[in-house]
């Protein structure tokens, strides 16, 4: 009988060990509070694994992080058993093992990881994959370097290249899409679709800001296109908005859409210690005009606005100064004007609204068919933003 019990007992014993959890550490570094500390981990936007920050470290949501001391994170370490994912955590779901694994290779390729779970057998999995199943995140933040697929294979990779953005963020709307195509032009046999268009250089626009240390969110996408360099870019209709949600197709519904979007980003990081003057909304059109009616690249605000105003001012003086360095023979005409716009009147964020170019026109069509003009365009809409924020 007491071998019995001892047998039983040394089994029990090595239960509870195989079954105990152990949580990944790693170090605060200068500059780290615990929004960039979550965040460069991907286990930021999600309540649980906050508030599991919080009680493995024994700290308040305003806590300060010290420079050099270890933290526990909330992912947890596994053995992988070298044959699958599903059957190291003992789960059945396909598409969470994918994600878990998505986790893992970022974190590696980002240097947060020595090795590839694949060769030190250490498998890593966010506590909300585990815990909080059905949790859908608040926000899903982007990184200061790594890979971003949004931007397409070519365009993927992002590089750092200044801390001149950084505790900034950016919510970029590219117009329409979806049902709605937006203002359309032709050139020769083929149409040109406003959403198209404002999508890429909203990408383009994206990738800078997050090369120079923002954090932007990208509101409406495209599963399928990324930063795109041809002349003539293929209408669709397969957009969605940031979290995978279906638009809408009537005007007023589609519009109230992505506004709470941007709301309950705005919110979130402002109950995160983000200011308001820290958080801006770019939206980016294209117009649509006479065949004959030239029109340069001009900015709205909301009336009365005052700090909107001040940033579409600002970009409005950054193309002057463009245009009479890079093409001083052409007048800069471009206008800065007060409009009560839906997306200007209901985002909480100071938002400006751009049109770039009058669609329907063959020359203002050069400056969005040109993969170059529309790299010009979001960096000189980039340089303005910094400008402001200095």
Known sequence: MRILWSILLLFTSFHLVAERQEWVTAKAQKGDGIIV??????????ECNEKKFYALNKLKPNSVLHIGKDYKLPILKYTYNGKSIRSTIKIKQWEKAIRIKTFNEVLFDNGLRKASFLKDKELWVPYHELKCPNE????????????????????????TESNLLQGKVFYIMGGHGGPDSGA????????????????????????KLIANGATAHVI??????????EKFLKCDRDEVYLGNKKILRSQIPRLTQRADIINEL?????????????????????????????????????????DSKKIANQLYQTFKAKYKKY???????????????YMLMNVKSRAVYLELANIRNTADQNRILLAENRDALAKWIMDGLITHFK
Do not use: W
Request: one cysteine or more.
């Open 37 to 46: 500390f979550l965040s460069k981990f991907n286990v930021f936007g999600y």
């Open 136 to 159: 859908t995140p608040k926000v899903i933040l982007t990184k200061n370097k790594g890979v971003f697929s949004i931007f397409g294979p070519k365009y993927s990779q992002v590089k």
């Open 184 to 207: 359309t032009g032709k050139r020769g046999n083929h149409l040109l679709c406003e959403d198209e268009y404002g999508y890429d250089v909203s990408l383009r626009l994206a990738r």
């Open 220 to 229: 409406l996408r495209d599963p399928n296109d990324g930063i795109r360099d």
């Open 266 to 306: 705005f919110l979130t990081y402002k109950k995160r210690g983000i200011p308001n003057k820290n958080q801006v909304a770019i939206m980016i059109h294209i117009d649509s005009r006479n065949t004959k009616s030239r029109a340069d690249v001009f900015f709205y605000h909301a009336p009365k606005a005052t």
């Open 327 to 341: 093409q001083a023979a052409k007048k800069y005409r471009g206008s800065v004007r007060p409009r009560d716009l």
